[in-house]
């Protein structure tokens, strides 16, 4: 798609895929039961950015838990027999958003953002940035956080084809919640960054 007439203006642009999911919201915060959609703020620059973290108190003050107060939390991973899932979904999900680039692809332009690091992130002010909540609760694979990426094709009249093989993108490091800062190559699981 990216090839296309307009394809980065359009299809590839993840300011206008933000606005475009969260004008899908039946309510305030309510969306669509079919669409399962993760919370999208978007916003231009460093100011927008601290607009964001007011409204989402992302603030390091803010911070409930200290580095030495976390636990090492047990999720589900593929590569092992079923857990309880029960008692991972009942887990609070940490304040952690990852930002990106509008136009950005692969491995730049994606930063993890949490109470810890909040500080540190750099934005251009004429940018165009969308900021969605991280995906939570987590599958593992071995211990890595990993996403399946499935592709399709949608036609014109409405009709959805999904191929039958798909991809399993896995993270360098091993995912744990202990450490103070997000750390990209536990978070990423983009080919790109892990090739």
Same mark, same amino acid.
């Given at each position: 798609?990216? &090839?296309?007439? =307009?394809? /980065? =203006?359009?299809?590839?642009?993840k300011w206008v895929l933000?606005?475009?999911?969260?004008?899908? #919201?039946?309510?305030?915060?309510? +969306?669509? $039961?079919?669409? *399962?959609?993760?919370?999208? &703020?978007?916003?231009? @620059?460093?100011?927008?950015?601290?607009?964001?973290?007011?409204?989402?108190?992302?603030?390091?003050?803010? %911070? #409930? /838990? #200290?580095?030495?107060?976390?636990? *090492?939390?047990?999720?589900?991973?593929?590569?092992?027999?079923?857990? =309880?899932?029960? %008692?991972?979904?009942?887990?609070?999900?940490?304040?952690?958003?990852?930002?990106?680039?509008?136009?950005?692809?692969?491995? @730049? @332009?994606?930063?993890?953002?949490? $109470?810890?690091?909040?500080? /540190?992130? %750099?934005?251009?002010? /004429?940018? =165009?940035?969308?900021?969605?909540?991280?995906?939570?609760?987590?599958?593992?694979?071995?211990? +890595?956080?990993? &996403?399946?990426?499935?592709?399709?094709?949608?036609? #014109?009249? @409405?009709?959805?084809?999904? &191929?039958?093989?798909?991809?399993? +993108?896995?993270?360098?490091?091993?995912?744990?919640?202990?450490?103070?800062?997000?750390?990209?190559?536990?978070?990423?699981?983009?080919?790109?960054?892990?090739?």
């Open positions: 798609y990216s &090839h296309l007439p =307009n394809g /980065t =203006n359009i299809l590839d642009s933000g606005r475009l999911l969260r004008s899908a #919201s039946v309510g305030e915060d309510e +969306h669509d $039961p079919n669409l *399962a959609v993760l919370e999208t &703020h978007c916003f231009t @620059g460093m100011k927008g950015f601290y607009d964001f973290c007011d409204r989402v108190n992302l603030k390091k003050e803010n %911070s #409930s /838990t #200290s580095e030495g107060e976390q636990e *090492a939390r047990v999720f589900r991973d593929l590569s092992e027999s079923p857990r =309880n899932v029960e %008692s991972q979904d009942e887990e609070e999900a940490p304040n952690l958003w990852v930002v990106k680039d509008s136009f950005a692809n692969g491995a @730049g @332009g994606i930063w993890v953002v949490g $109470p810890q690091n909040v500080d /540190t992130l %750099s934005l251009i002010e /004429t940018h =165009n940035y969308v900021a969605q909540r991280y995906a939570w609760p987590l599958v593992l694979l071995d211990g +890595h956080k990993c &996403h399946v990426r499935v592709y399709a094709l949608l036609t #014109s009249d @409405g009709r959805a084809f999904c &191929h039958r093989q798909c991809f399993l +993108h896995v993270a360098n490091d091993p995912f744990e919640t202990t450490s103070g800062d997000p750390v990209d190559s536990v978070h990423i699981t983009n080919c790109c960054v892990n090739s």
